[in-house]
């Protein structure tokens, strides 16, 4: 691997390759060392850079071309699964169960995958990311019991999504659509998916040529955030039902 990808200085603020220099094959691969701090993390997702490896690897960095992303203005839930929201009971809310959240999507089975990547050292970097006001949950329960949820890096107005899971049907979408009726109240006009599939297309994904998606970084993340610190009370407790309607 060291013959073919440039390894990266163990200083935090070390930067990355240019992401036009990332492989072809597997698309995207632009790095790898280094280390998961938050100063390497929130200079990687200002460059349109993340990490993704599996138990075993050194950490590998990444910027896949095209990339996937949600436009939160046309994300919302189609009719069928409207009505159902109309009809339930969940309660969304943001950043009261960060940790949980993602540990549950570390525990989370994927199609055709072994193991998981988000390993401990993902878990902890994350969990560090959110303590610093860079890394957001939005949970949904059923009374208490946390039933799905989704989480991610926001900086500026940009919001780089990084895993969900359902413990219960449907309920990650209700996350998805919520994080997006929220991000909609605040000007915040991109969720990142990172990389396509079948289950994202499903729900609207759209892909963006990897230069388009950079370009659009700058004057994001530049923004003023909506929130300093915790979504929590900015966010209130959203109900699922008000998913079904229009916003």
């Given at each position: 691997?060291?013959?073919?990808l ?5 200083e ?37 850079i ?6 075993g ?120 659509f ?20 079948p ?22 993340t ?26």
């Open positions: 691997m060291s013959l073919h440039p390894r990266l200085g163990m935090p603020d070390a930067p990355f390759p240019p992401v036009e220099t990332a492989l072809r094959r597997p698309d995207g691969l632009l790095a790898f060392g280094g280390d998961l701090s938050v100063p390497r993390l929130r200079n990687a997702y200002l460059h349109g993340f990490p993704w490896f599996s138990e690897q050194p950490i590998l960095w990444w910027s896949p071309d095209p990339r996937t992303v949600f436009e939160t203005a046309a994300l919302r839930p189609n009719r069928r699964f409207a009505r159902s929201l109309r009809g339930s009971a969940w309660t969304l809310r943001a950043d009261t169960a960060f940790a949980e959240v993602v540990g549950a999507c570390a525990r989370a089975p994927r199609p055709g995958q072994d193991g998981t990547w988000i390993t401990d050292d993902m878990r902890d970097a994350y969990v560090a990311l959110h303590a610093a006001g860079l890394a957001h949950s939005v949970e949904v329960f059923d009374g208490a019991a946390l039933v799905g949820g989704i989480y991610g890096v926001a900086i500026g107005r940009m919001f780089f999504g990084e895993s969900m899971f359902s413990a219960r049907t449907g309920a990650s979408k209700a996350a998805l919520g994080l997006a009726r929220q991000m909609r109240r605040w000007d915040m006009p991109l969720i990142d998916a990172q990389v396509g599939n289950h994202l297309a499903s729900l609207g994904a759209d892909s963006l040529p990897r230069a388009r998606f950079v370009a659009s970084l700058g004057e994001l530049d923004a003023r955030a909506p929130v300093d610190g915790p979504w929590t009370d900015a966010f209130g407790e959203m109900p699922a039902a008000a998913l079904g309607g229009p916003d």
